[in-house]
């Protein structure tokens, strides 16, 4: 037992020196697989990752040892950290978590989608997901086609990684266990340090779900008008597979088909990004420039010279994008398979925002480097492309004529980013609700399948086209689920964004309405958002809010205030007509 402070600060000091060297060798051999799948890598990668979970059983022993009483709030915190996780203590196990983990990981990133009566065997013909797969769902208008790639993308890779999941959850579950957990799922809340968290969640959607119910029941119509009442059913869940995404969790591919004021011109500057010549380069730089005329950390040159920023063609990669930060030499990367459109331009911004991040707490101890929730990390580079997508910025970077926008066209631009940021909220939610229970036991393998879409039906609104069974592994088709990211980060992340656009537009003094606020070379919005990212996790998160928005809590108050004309717009199209489903379907009056 160990209890004298002076000790102490020097175990911290060694922990803190050895986490930065072993987090830099195991992100250097995550960086070598995932931007090249070969057999040696995932080897090396597989070896890296036993040694540093052997590190860090050896240190979570030590700490146990350390007597916390009478130390600063800033050691008992990052001892706190220490002692975290669950533990697999015999190798063999560890090991087929590892190999269990990769290969449902390697299932995904190499599935493809085959021509029907395709011969066994052969990949003629066959597509990946990203792009080719990906650009069919946005893109296509034929049910069928689109019904094609639905199924066919599910076929690839649901029943393979299906077979893997019961072993993953029995692993995760006797590691959190030896950890000293009641399940896995309490390690995913514990990094919201708030006891009430699934609460605050729930109680959060039910602020946002009438904005949504208005949004689904508009797009609903609308869907019906485009491919007959007899595929989508006005009074029934939207069938999953026409919102334009492989996983409907964003509509705005299918913008064009929901348009509200025809021909009166979109945001969607894809077109002109293509006509004038944009590349891959230049969005990087572009959002680069961003951050930089807040008065933010530039990009490093080694995120420049060792980044990924496009789908090599020589070689298999993980093409979902990625950041990914080394701890040591500011050396911050992107990986990406990055096409010129508005949604990877989007994107770039989301991956340039943990950079951004990674830069602000690197003087934090590698132990208090993160964001202060999850939630945070994944709002940051959001909360700019709010910014990004105002007609205002959009002209001043040459992809819209003009800044100006009458009432209809304003009307259109909040849809388009309604059908981005809406629609999501209720995917964002219910992909945890549904691995919570698995964790803790109350979704068995048999009902994986059937859970999954109860959830899918409750949250979204979405029904599957066709019939599926508990042979089908429906949730294996979407990344996060065979690559273990928790996702719950992304519901908070698309709620606090709205707050922290709020803080920042209230810094830059803008005068205008929410919505179109862009914050582009205001250094003190820069410097509110730099108070708050610098922290990492030294602070429990309400800090870090507190520090951007003057209040410690999460508020949908921003999200309402961002959509409001278009939620009275929407209320007046949908007056009299069907909204919800279900046992919830009823006719709207304003
Ligand atoms: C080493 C490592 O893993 N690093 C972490 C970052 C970190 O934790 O430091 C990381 O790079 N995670 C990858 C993940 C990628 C993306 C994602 O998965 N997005 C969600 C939801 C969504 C969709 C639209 C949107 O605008 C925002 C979110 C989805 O696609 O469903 C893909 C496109 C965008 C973000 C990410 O960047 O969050
Ligand atoms: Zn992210």
Redesign the pocket.
């Known amino acids: 037992v160990v209890d004298d402070p002076e000790i102490i600060e020097e175990w911290l000091d060694v922990l803190n020196f050895t986490m930065a060297e072993v987090s830099h060798y195991a ?1 250097l051999a ?1 960086w070598n697989y ?1 931007t090249n799948i070969t057999k040696y890598n995932t080897e090396f990668l597989s070896n890296v990752s036993m040694l540093s979970g052997n590190y860090g059983l050896e240190m979570k022993d030590e700490a146990r040892k350390i007597v916390q009483d009478n130390l600063d709030f800033r050691s008992r915190r990052m001892l706190k950290f220490a002692l975290r996780g669950g533990e697999l203590r015999d190798g063999h196990k560890r090991r087929l978590l590892q190999v269990t983990t990769n290969k449902m990981q390697t299932i995904y990133s190499v599935g493809k989608v085959c021509p029907p009566d395709q011969p066994a065997g052969s990949t003629e013909g066959c597509l990946a997901l990203e792009p080719d797969v990906v650009n069919i769902m946005a893109n296509t208008r034929d049910y069928d086609e689109l019904l094609r790639v639905w199924v066919g993308w599910r076929d690839a890779v649901g029943p393979k990684i299906g077979k893997l999941y019961p072993t993953y959850v029995e692993l995760k579950t006797e590691a959190a266990k030896i950890g000293g957990y009641e399940s896995h799922t309490d390690i995913l809340l514990e990094k919201y340090e708030d006891p009430t968290f699934e609460q605050e969640v729930d109680d959060l959607w039910q602020q946002v779900k009438p904005m949504y119910l208005q949004l689904h029941s508009y797009v609903r119509r609308k869907l019906a008008a485009q491919y007959g009442d007899d595929k989508v059913d006005v009074r029934a869940p939207i069938p999953a597979h026409l919102l334009g995404n492989m ?1 409907a ?2 509509w705005n591919n299918i913008y064009d088909i929901v348009e509200p004021f025809p021909n009166q011109g979109t945001i969607d500057v894809t077109d002109k990004m293509k006509e004038e010549g944009w590349t891959i380069t230049k969005m990087f730089q572009v959002a680069n420039n961003f951050f930089k005329s807040l008065g933010l950390e530039e990009m490093p040159p080694t995120f420049w010279s060792k980044s990924m920023l496009e789908k090599p063609t020589d070689r298999e990669v993980v093409c ?6 080394f701890s040591e030499y500011n050396d911050v990367r ?3 398979c990055t096409e010129v459109n508005m949604e990877d331009l ?2 770039v911004h ?2 340039m925002g ?1 950079c951004e ?2 830069l602000q707490y690197n003087k934090q101890p590698v132990i208090l480097r ?2 202060a929730n ?1 939630g945070f ?2 709002a940051v ?2 909360t700019i ?1 709010l910014s990004v997508v105002t007609p205002d910025y959009l002209h001043q970077i040459g992809l819209l004529d003009s800044n100006k926008i009458d009432k209809s066209q304003e009307i259109n631009y909040l849809m388009e980013v309604a059908l ?1 940021k809406i629609a ?1 909220l209720p ?2 939610l219910l992909i945890d609700k549904w691995r919570w229970q698995v964790f803790r036991g109350d979704i068995t393998p048999q009902q994986y399948n059937e859970k999954w879409w109860e959830l899918r039906e409750e949250y979204q609104g979405l029904s599957p086209p066709v019939e599926r069974t508990s042979s089908d592994f429906d949730p294996g088709a ?3 689920i065979p ?1 273990g ?1 928790p ?1 719950i ?2 519901f908070v ?2 709620l606090v964004q709205f707050q922290f656009h709020e803080a920042l537009c209230k810094a830059a003094n803008n005068e205008g309405p929410l919505h179109l606020c862009n914050v582009y070379n205001s250094k003190e919005a820069g410097a509110k958002l730099k108070s708050m990212l610098e922290m990492g996790m030294s602070r429990p998160w309400p800090d870090a809010m507190e520090t951007m928005t003057g209040a410690p809590n999460m508020d949908t108050s921003a999200i309402k205030e961002y959509f409001r004309p278009l939620m009275e717009w929407l209320e007046e199209e949908n007056d009299g007509e069907l909204i919800g489903w279900g046992k919830e379907l009823r006719i709207f009056h304003q």
């Open positions: 992100a995550s995932v996983w969790q964003q979902h994008g990625s950041a990914h930060d992107i990986k990406m989007n994107t989301h991956e943990h991040y990674y993160g964001g999850p990390h994944e580079g959001d492309a981005n999501f995917f964002g979407k990344y996060h690559s990211t996702y980060r992304y992340s698309f």
